[in-house]
């Protein structure tokens, strides 16, 4: 008997793991297009500090997202963000496919460059979606949103 339920256990597909969005870090990007000068986490707080104090020196902003998804071929990463630009607020959303990790979750970046990032202003919040297809599987806001 114990061994026809365990036969019968096995015979059931095994479901994919649920899609979830762990962690939304988002960093300014300077003029060279960097978020730290070297790879210590150390570095880059000290960098994000200097370019927060420092407007002028920012080019834009990159999200880091950590992820994780069933497979297909047709999953996207969007940032919506909030902002605001003298005293009027801003919206603005981007977009970038992503593959699915093969076993664990993945970082993938997303990045806000140039006019768009002019348009935004200050950053005041964002929110993070995952899409299948047009379909949202996973997705994580900010404290604010």
Not at 50 to 57: A, C, F, S, V, Y
Not at 132 to 145: G, N, T
């Amino acid at each position: 008997m114990i061994r026809l339920c365990l036969l019968m256990l096995l015979a059931l597909p095994l479901r994919g793991a649920e899609a979830k969005i762990y962690k939304v870090l988002p960093t300014f990007i300077d003029k060279e297009g960097r978020h730290s000068l070297s790879p210590s986490l150390y570095e880059r707080d000290a960098y994000q500090a200097q370019l927060r104090k420092h407007p002028e020196q920012r080019a834009g902003l990159r999200f880091d997202v950590h992820w994780k998804a069933h497979a297909s071929p047709a999953l996207k990463l969007r940032i919506d963000i909030r902002g605001t630009k003298d005293n009027e607020p801003t919206n603005f959303s981007a977009e970038t496919p992503v593959k699915p990790p093969r076993l664990f979750g993945k970082w993938s970046a997303v990045m806000v460059r140039g006019d768009d990032y002019g348009r935004i202003g200050e950053l005041r919040s964002c929110q993070a979606t995952l899409l299948d297809r047009e379909q949202v599987i996973a997705d994580q806001k900010s404290f604010l949103w």
